[in-house]
DNA sequence: TCTTTAACTTGACACTGTTCAGATTAGGTC
DNA sequence: GACCTAATCTGAACAGTGTCAAGTTAAAGA
């Protein structure tokens, strides 16, 4: 684990590492794989060798982000009575990620630059999507078919509702006060689709 | 208007023209100034006369997306009855739109190639969201406040699963059978989002 | 016609991602 | 321990990018 000499030693984890901290303070376009390579302290040509290209390290990174996301979501869902509450909580927790790791969040829903096609980032989405639909399930009475839809009106929402916010649709996500706007707005949101207390209107 | 020469007549909406088409056949990350110029036949400092830089001129297409998105919104909503049924033909519109313009969809949507905080942007953007909120002033019985979530809802939705089809997530956007694919799932969503039928359940 | 001024080009600079031949070294084998 | 192989990384190069300063061309107004 040497971070001097001619080999690394954990090249692989640092170009990772570096990545996501140039996504935290730079944002999705200020990504360069040689800055990456720069942070790690190698030379420009060193991650072809890890990754292939640069897709390749961003697939990665977005792989690990969806966990994150993933995991994010799961742990939202857990332990909130009544049902609602779990779904109102995801989309909360959905859209705090966004807000949070931006730069990640960006590029992990920007295709053109990740490996087309990927199948563990696929899975990595899918698993990530799947945490919205065990909860549906549980709340909405219905078929199958009707769960997945329900599913993907929460996800759906969600990821417009960060988009739109990350693009200063809702107020300003770089500053504080900014957020607590959009996430009072987002509060507005889910308890228009999912009211608390009565049912649907 | 003559197309050749050392002036060119009108640069101006020959790069808008080129950065369309750009945008339309190789995706919004397929865009570069260089291109535009060359499209236009001119050398590669020409645009800086006119629009200062490369986010100044994608600015100007985006505008114009903007607008033409506002209008296939409003028209989507006229003369529809029952209301909801408005609120379907705008979501349809949205995503076909996104669909249909996916390259210049996308610019419109990444303020960070964009000129940060152009006041004709804004506008255009503003206005085009307005679109929503008059429709769901009109079906939503509330305060304006709460007709004001309800198009934040809308809107969300709309934008977070156009987003969605767009990197795959629904079908291939690319291929004629994907693109059916997502526009039906779409109906289901709407239908979820606001029965057209009975009041919510 | 002359001159001002807007439009455009040329050439340069500092970047970018990627490739390829070569230098370096880690780890297993004798 | 010495040797060899394979993995790892460097250095230099190439084609491409956006943008700038200085120079050239032509249109428009006096």
Excluded: C
Excluded at 46 to 54: D, L, Q, T
Excluded at 80 to 97: D, I, M, N, S, T
Excluded at 129 to 147: D, I, M, S, W
């Amino acid at each position: 684990m040497p971070e001097a000499g001619y080999h690394h030693g954990d090249l692989q984890e640092a170009l990772i590492a570096a990545t996501e901290a140039i996504l935290a303070d730079q944002g999705a376009e200020g990504f360069t794989l040689r800055e990456a390579a720069r942070r790690a302290g190698v030379s420009p040509a060193a991650p072809s060798h890890h990754f292939g290209n640069a897709p390749g390290l961003l697939t990665e990174v977005a792989i690990r982000g969806y966990q994150e996301l993933g995991a994010a979501l799961k742990q939202a869902a857990e332990k909130k009575e009544p049902l609602h509450l779990r779904l109102h909580a995801q989309g909360l927790a959905y859209v705090a990620f966004a807000l949070k790791y931006s730069g990640r969040f960006q590029m992990m829903f920007s295709n053109k630059r990740l490996v087309a096609g990927d199948e563990r980032l696929r899975k990595a989405s899918r698993d990530a999507h799947r945490e919205f639909e065990v909860v549906v399930a549980a709340l909405v009475a219905g078929t199958p078919k009707q769960a997945k839809v329900a599913a993907t009106v929460a996800w759906s929402t969600a990821h417009g509702f960060a988009k739109l916010a990350l693009e200063g649709k809702f107020g300003d996500p770089g500053t504080d006060s900014g957020r607590r706007e959009i996430m009072a707005m987002l509060r507005q949101v889910l308890e228009y689709l999912w009211p608390i207390e009565s049912a649907r209107r």
